[in-house]
Nanobody
Framework: QVQLVESGGGLVQPGGSLRLSCAAS????????MGWYRQAPGEQRELVAI???????NYGDSVKGRFTISRDNAKNTVYLQMNSLKPEDTAVYYC?????????WGQGTMVTVSS
């Protein structure tokens, strides 16, 4: 089993920044891919960013150039640095991990971008 716990969400003004963290525990290794997805009210869950065990990254088109995903393997933690936030970034952000072909999800953390 793998447990994922997100933190760092909150309310921020447009143009502001937030950093999300996802602490992983259980049978997860530095070689496993991890990522962030988000789901806005009434919308489907969409990819935000993924990072492989080797450090390769991939981003959703709407966040390229503004968000940065990184990982600290010693702490089993993945981060999402979000800059230049827009109201349309408002969503619940979920951490994910893929371990032996099984997807695991955190409970999500709410990010609200509003003035």
């Amino acid at each position: 089993q793998v447990q994922l716990v997100e933190s760092g969400g909150g309310l921020v003004q447009p143009g502001g920044s937030l950093r999300l963290s996802c602490a992983a525990s259980g049978r997860i290794f530095s070689s496993n891919a991890m990522g962030w997805y988000r789901q806005a009210p009434g919308e489907q869950r969409e990819l935000v960013a993924i990072i492989t065990g080797g450090g390769r990254t991939n981003y959703g088109d709407s966040v390229k150039g503004r968000f940065t995903i990184s990982r600290d393997n010693a702490k089993n933690t993945v981060y999402l640095q979000m800059n230049s936030l827009k109201p349309e970034d408002t969503a619940v952000y979920y951490c994910s991990a893929v371990v032996t072909g099984i997807w695991y999800w955190g409970q999500g953390t709410m990010v609200t971008v509003s003035s």
